[in-house]
């Protein structure tokens, strides 16, 4: 009767351990199944935003090709016209003044202050661009809410970049490539505003 007590005690002791063993593996399962949910849901914001990214960089770099395209026509035509005034004209007086006229026609850029925006890392990247005689005098980041700001001012280097080169088409920052690819892009989209029709 004791050996029987005895193995009944056994067997409820090794049903409670199994039960607990059973109900711990079962919250586990639970746990992973939720990080894996979190992490699903992580990486499809990621590809979205990854999408957004390169729509964003396709449509500027088809911007760019447009006012690079823009800007040789203008060029050209610009030239052109220029070769025949001074053909047409006859004295060194008429000269002068057609090629003072030229000047400030053959600008590229009209002056003032412009802004573009485009996307950023964490959103919308807005700057204000000021011209001045076909020249980008100053840039200013004006709006980039979602931006982290240590990424953003380590974006807006790439600003001195365009000022001394004058162009776009310089290198974005290592480590703040999507900020800088944003203010790239933004400063384009002013720029294209600018432009001489």
């Given at each position: 009767?004791?050996?029987q007590n005895?193995y009944?005690?056994?067997i409820?002791?090794?049903?409670?351990?199994?039960?607990?063993?059973f109900?711990?593996?079962?919250m586990?399962?639970?746990?992973?199944?939720?990080?894996?949910?979190a992490?699903?849901?992580?990486v499809?914001?990621?590809?979205?935003?990854?999408?957004?990214?390169l729509?964003?960089?396709?449509?500027s770099?088809?911007?760019?090709?447009?006012?690079?395209?823009?800007?040789?026509?203008?060029e050209?035509?610009?030239?052109d016209s220029?070769?025949?005034e001074?053909?047409?004209?006859?004295?060194?007086?008429?000269?002068?003044?057609?090629?003072?006229?030229?000047?400030?026609?053959d600008?590229?850029y009209?002056?003032?202050?412009?802004?573009?925006?485009?996307q950023?890392?964490?959103?919308t990247i807005q700057?204000?661009?000021t011209?001045?005689?076909?020249?980008?005098?100053?840039?200013?980041v004006?709006?980039?809410?979602?931006?982290?700001?240590?990424?953003?001012s380590q974006?807006?280097?790439?600003?001195?970049?365009?000022?001394?080169?004058q162009s776009?088409?310089?290198d974005?920052?290592?480590?703040a490539t999507?900020?800088?690819?944003?203010?790239l892009?933004?400063?384009?989209?002013?720029?294209?505003?600018?432009?001489?029709?």
């Amino acid at each position: 009767m004791k050996n029987q007590n005895f193995y009944m005690r056994v067997i409820s002791l090794l049903l409670v351990v199994l039960a607990v063993l059973f109900y711990n593996s079962s919250m586990k399962a639970q746990a992973n199944e939720k990080e894996i949910a979190a992490l699903t849901d992580k990486v499809d914001t990621l590809q979205e935003q990854q999408n957004e990214l390169l729509s964003a960089l396709e449509t500027s770099y088809a911007n760019r090709v447009k006012n690079q395209s823009t800007a040789a026509e203008t060029e050209a035509s610009s030239s052109d016209s220029t070769d025949n005034e001074s053909a047409d004209s006859s004295g060194s007086g008429s000269t002068a003044d057609s090629g003072e006229a030229d000047s400030s026609g053959d600008n590229v850029y009209k002056d003032g202050t412009y802004t573009g925006e485009a996307q950023g890392y964490g959103g919308t990247i807005q700057v204000e661009v000021t011209l001045s005689g076909d020249e980008i005098t100053s840039i200013n980041v004006t709006s980039a809410p979602g931006e982290d700001s240590a990424y953003l001012s380590q974006a807006e280097s790439v600003i001195d970049s365009i000022i001394s080169t004058q162009s776009t088409d310089v290198d974005t920052v290592s480590g703040a490539t999507f900020s800088s690819t944003g203010i790239l892009n933004a400063v384009d989209e002013a720029l294209g505003k600018a432009e001489n029709s």
